[in-house]
């Protein structure tokens, strides 16, 4: 079995980091960008696959020099199981992530919210997929932040955020265009913060990751965007209380980039490169325009053997 770029798309990452206990690491459960430019609509065919993010760039919540990046380790497994036509999908990640900056001096690395997920996925014909995801980030503690060498914030991700997916992809003539509409809702947060004023947990956020590429033999070519609008108001968080206030309320932002990517076959890679072209927050939040690449490797693992012809003899 020959995995096409077009199939890769349906494994699905989980990505970066969440500041739900201090608002200067505010931001989406997952990051925005991760999925552009790849198809999560079209079905893979039954097997197991391995896919990895790992990616590197600047942190749009803090000035200066300052860094944030992630892998991420993910397995898929197409069943061989169908519902109304759609393959069902199975996702499991373990995400881990490091993000440091020079002034003030803050650090946090260690493993992120594991991830697990079902999708199921349709072929509706004439190129065109559709397929939905729920999952959810699984709150973990253990990881903390640091600022000046004190802590900040104690196990700032430990919560859990319930994640749905919608995918649409079309495919014609080489062309191969890709929207991935993503909303977190983030759950009461167990984190402790002693540098907040008040309650503060992270808000929800709506993103929505895109692509347009060409295919040309092995080669794939084309440009990616993204964005992320965040939840605005207050929440009534059952630990921290009611009119908890929401880290990047009505945040938002979009980023524009280009995307290449190589069919090995079996294995296929596609890097992505983007910047952020616009930022709205309220200036304690995202604090500057950031700029990020992004590589992806997928290998599959396992598929069942095609079944043998079967020759009669006389």
């Known amino acids: ?21 201090l608002a200067s690491i505010a931001g989406p459960t997952n990051p925005t960008g991760e999925r552009a430019g790849l198809d999560l609509a079209s079905p893979l065919p039954e097997g197991v696959y391995f896919l990895d993010f790992a990616s590197v760039g600047s942190w749009r919540s803090l000035k200066g020099d300052n860094g944030f990046d992630y892998n991420v380790p993910l397995i ?17 990640a373990a995400p881990m992530i490091s993000a440091s900056n020079n002034v003030p001096t803050a650090h946090i690395r260690g493993m992120y919210n594991p991830f697990v997920a079902g999708q199921i996925a349709w072929n509706i014909g004439n190129g065109f997929s559709v397929s939905y995801l729920a999952g959810a980030y699984i709150g973990i503690s253990g990881t903390n932040l640091f600022v000046n060498g004190a802590l900040a914030a104690q196990n700032p991700i430990n919560q859990t955020t319930f994640h749905q997916q919608l995918a649409l992809a079309w495919h014609g003539d080489g062309w191969n265009a890709t929207a991935n509409l993503i909303y977190n809702l983030i759950g009461d947060t167990n984190s402790v913060n002693p540098l907040a004023p008040v309650p503060v947990r992270n808000a929800s956020f709506f993103s929505y990751d895109l692509g347009l590429t060409k295919t040309l033999g092995k080669w794939e070519v084309g440009m990616v965007a993204y964005g992320t609008v965040a939840q605005t108001g207050t ?53 500057q325009k950031e700029t990020r690449g992004l590589l992806r490797t997928i290998i599959p693992l396992w598929n069942p053997e095609a079944p043998k012809a079967v020759v009669a003899k006389y």
């Open 1 to 21: 079995m020959k995995l096409t770029a077009k199939f890769a798309g349906a494994l699905l990452g989980a990505m970066t980091f969440s500041g739900a206990a």
């Open 76 to 92: 898929a497994w197409s069943t061989p199981w169908t519902v109304a036509g759609g393959r069902i999908q199975l996702i499991a």
């Open 235 to 287: 929440y009534n968080d059952a630990n921290l209380g009611p009119n908890t206030f929401l880290a990047c309320s009505g945040c938002s932002q979009f980023a524009l980039g280009g995307l290449i990517g190589y069919n090995f076959g079996p294995v296929i890679t596609q890097a992505t490169i983007a910047t952020d072209l616009y930022v709205h927050s309220d200036g304690n939040y995202w604090q």
